[in-house]
């Protein structure tokens, strides 16, 4: 187990790019050990080295529930129990509804949602027996709905209505923040398989102002708040997005 001092052990999902590996160098610098999960272990271990010390790459699929009994392991070994939890993996493949489409139902529900609710459940041990916070990243597509954002949007009301129902169980050990943001310039648009819907959304993205950065402040403030308060939601978005 690791001796370095630490306000806490940090285990962040979707670490390998955007708001996942932004919210991984904020939580580093505010003084947090970090686990980083994602499939993509070369962007996770380029960025655990690049951290330093407190920081910890384990490749996990949030979709392999045993893959990730075995990153809850190697976290209680490496770093000792887990205080924070950041549900941040995430696919947002949008598209008109159809039956061309239907893999990518599948996969959102799976990652978003399942993967979300597995990772908690695996952790939830660690996160009980540390006192701590599960932050689940959201979207403005937890709260509103548009025509080609069905089964996104659908990811995300789950998300929030199961968020709501976990911090009055957990409370007041474990404090539960949904964060829902609206535009953020990250690569997430870019796997969108349906090609009409691709290109307008990338160009929508090409003139992102908040970046990754902006959300991981957010959540690092968030969580440093005093145990007695606990932000429960917090949705923001871009100054210009109606
Ligand atoms: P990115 O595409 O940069 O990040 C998504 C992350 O999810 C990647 O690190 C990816 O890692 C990870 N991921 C995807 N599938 C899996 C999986 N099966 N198991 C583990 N990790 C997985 O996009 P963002 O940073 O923008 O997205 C992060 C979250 O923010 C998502 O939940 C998204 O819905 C939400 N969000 C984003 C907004 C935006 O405008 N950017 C707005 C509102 C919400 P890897 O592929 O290496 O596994």
Redesign the pocket.
């Known amino acids: 187990m690791s001796t370095t001092p630490s306000r806490g052990v940090a285990v962040i ?9 932004a919210t991984a160098r904020a939580l580093h610098a505010a003084g947090f050990q970090v686990a980083l ?4 272990v070369d ?2 271990e380029a960025l655990a080295e690049e951290l330093g010390a407190g920081a910890l790459a384990i490749e ?4 392999d529930r045993d893959g990730l009994t075995v990153a809850a392991a190697r976290v209680r070994a490496e770093l000792g129990d887990a205080s924070v939890l950041v549900n ?5 493949l949008l598209g008109p509804f159809s039956s061309g489409q239907r893999e990518d139902y599948r996969r959102m529900i ?3 949602l399942l ?1 979300a609710i597995t990772t908690t459940e695996v952790f939830l041990d660690q996160l009980t027996a540390a006192g701590g916070d599960i932050v689940n ?5 937890g709260r509103t709905a548009r025509a080609g954002n069905g089964v ?1 949007a659908a990811t ?1 009301w789950g998300l929030n209505g199961w968020s709501e129902s976990l911090r009055q169980e957990l409370l007041p050990d474990v404090r539960v923040t949904l964060i ?12 969108i398989t349906h090609d009409a819907t691709n290109t307008a959304i990338n160009e929508l ?1 090409a003139d ?1 102002t908040v970046t ?1 950065a902006d959300i991981a402040e957010v959540i690092a403030f968030t969580i440093s708040r005093p145990r007695h308060l606990a932000i429960n939601e917090i949705l923001l978005r871009p100054a210009g997005q109606a």
């Open positions: 999902t979707g670490a390998s790019s955007g708001i996942g590996e999960l994602a499939r993509r962007r996770i996990a699929d949030v979709t941040n993996a995430g696919l947002m799976e990652v978003n993967g990243i959201s979207s403005v597509a996104y995300k829902e943001p609206g535009v953020v310039a990250t690569e997430l648009p870019t796997h993205y992102a990754a």
